[in-house]
């Protein structure tokens, strides 16, 4: 990773507070090898993860910054290794409810902008056979396909106590491509801004024709979702929990409804999110929205840093039968995706940057519970290794990734696939909602009968708080009235 910042990298700088930090982390769970006494075990990796202390960019490095403005990476003349490796021992590390509470508490806070913005924490107890890591990553170094990468090249495909090296002292090379000349770079620099100029007339004269109802086949207009119990203003404290699913499954209902992954995850944490509000007293007279991101790399790149753009995507109203909920999805997330495919990369960061400005603002100036979210919801997923990992001679059972929360609120979910499997990690402001355990259950029965409605068409949904307008009756209605 270079030293200098795109505007993306510093905005997670620019916007971070103390009610919401900007960092990202991941919940690791690890079986250490059988004949050990895992409290010793883990005190002595600990103990070596420290001596590690020859740390590589970004991991080195703080930030440097102007009148509180980020201009690049600094390296630090010493690692202060106590604070970016701690122990903490619990009561009981199986405790999965206990444990999510306990991570949420480490997520809340902020990272100390005077050291690199990295820190691995070290959790178990006294009698289990395994023992946990949470690790959280300001989101300035890199979005999650950047981190991600970095994660794999620091675990083993198999057990090696030789020849391991931790994450932030893995070496990176750094690719330097030919530069042309100033004259040509000039001029590459004005044609690209004007051509995403004009893309970025495009987009906002596209939603303006959508708000007045001309064309209606458009991505959502911004700051039009539902105010509910999750959105509005972020504050200090996080809620969190953690979930696990058979990828396979996932991929068998994709490729029998010609859908993907994303849009079967989307239909069940959309019905999972619509029971979690209807418990808070929601009724919905319109759909939800998700945030979608999007990685702009072109097939192959591996370019450091955050290169997304993150657009709402309309989710699904008005059935109760799953399938064609799902069905709506579809729709709905092509729309946004054929909208993306026929606008340069830059112009859906630009349009990005825009209307995530706009909700910063709101943020800044505490108006974020008067005005509508962006979207109700954020999901991603991250591909992750194929096959199975080593943290030094440590077996990494599953990788629950933890993001940051988005201005306006809402619930952050994200999946990364490990060996055949869904890790999930959800996360919220628990101003209101003090723990998303339930969320879990919902998805999990959600998935089950989605999976279950692609044959039986008699799976409804029960009542999850939508409200349906009454449709005259017409001649080409289906059942008498």
């Not at 090898?33 to 020859?54: C, F, H, I, N, Q």
């Not at 690790?135 to 979005?143: I, K, P, Q």
């Not at 699904?316 to 909208?339: M, S, W």
């Not at 400005?357 to 005005?371: M, N, T």
Request: charged fraction near 20%.
């Amino acid at each position: 990773m270079g030293y200098r910042l795109s505007f993306l990298d510093k905005s997670f700088w620019l916007t971070e507070s103390t009610a919401n930090p900007k960092h990202v982390g991941c919940l690791q769970l690890l079986a250490p090898p059988d004949d050990v006494v895992v409290g010793e075990y883990v005190e002595t990796l600990v103990t070596e993860m420290k001596s590690a202390s020859r740390a590589t960019p970004p991991f080195n490095c703080k930030v440097k910054a102007v009148l509180g403005y980020p201009v690049g990476l600094q390296p630090v003349r010493r690692m202060a290794m106590d604070y970016h490796i701690q122990l903490h021992v619990i009561d009981d590390i199986t405790d999965k409810v206990a444990l999510d509470a306990f991570v949420a508490r480490l997520h809340e806070s902020r990272l100390d902008p005077d050291k690199p913005l990295w820190q691995y924490h070290f959790i178990h107890d006294k009698r289990h056979d395994r023992f946990a890591i949470y690790a959280r990553v300001h989101h300035l170094y890199g979005d999650g396909a950047t981190l991600v990468r970095w994660f794999q090249a620091g675990y083993l495909s198999k057990p090696d106590t030789s020849s391991f090296v931790p994450v932030w002292a893995v070496k990176r090379l750094r690719r330097k491509g030919s530069k042309p000349a100033g004259v040509t770079r000039l001029w590459q620099s004005v044609t690209g801004a004007l051509r995403t100029g004009i893309d970025l007339f495009v987009i906002f004269s596209r939603l303006l024709l959508k708000l007045v109802r001309i064309n209606p086949h458009y991505m959502p207009i911004p700051f039009t979702g539902t105010k509910t119990v999750l959105t509005g203003q972020v504050k200090q404290g996080r809620a969190v929990a953690t979930t696990v699913l058979d990828f396979d499954r996932v991929r068998r209902i994709a490729k029998r409804t010609r859908s993907t992954a994303n849009e079967v995850l989307l239909c069940a944490f959309d019905i999972g999110v619509h029971r979690l509000l209807q418990d808070h007293g929601h009724v919905f007279k319109k759909s939800l929205f998700t945030n979608m991101p999007i990685n702009l790399r072109k097939p192959g790149e591996k370019t450091s840093g955050n290169k997304i753009a993150i657009v709402p995507v309309e989710l699904a109203h008005g059935e109760t039968d799953p399938y064609l909920r799902l069905r709506q999805i579809i729709i709905n997330h092509r729309i946004v995706k054929f909208a993306a495919q026929h606008a340069r990369p830059g112009a859906f960061s630009a349009y990005t940057i825009v209307i995530q400005s706009l909700a910063l603002v709101y943020e800044w100036l505490h108006l974020s519970s008067l005005v509508k979210p962006i979207a109700n919801i954020l999901v991603s997923n991250v591909p992750g290794p194929t096959d199975e990992r080593y943290l030094k001679d440590s077996k990494l059972l599953a990788c629950y990734p933890i993001s940051t929360m988005t201005p306006g609120g809402g619930v952050n979910i994200t999946l990364m696939t490990y060996a055949g499997k869904a890790n999930i990690g959800m996360v919220c402001c628990n101003k209101n909602i003090t723990s998303l355990q339930p969320l879990v259950d919902y998805f999990q029965e959600a998935f089950d009968m989605l999976e279950a409605s692609v044959d039986d068409p008699s799976q409804n949904i029960e009542d999850i708080g939508e409200h349906i307008e009454n449709v005259p009756v017409s001649i080409v209605t289906d059942t008498p009235q």
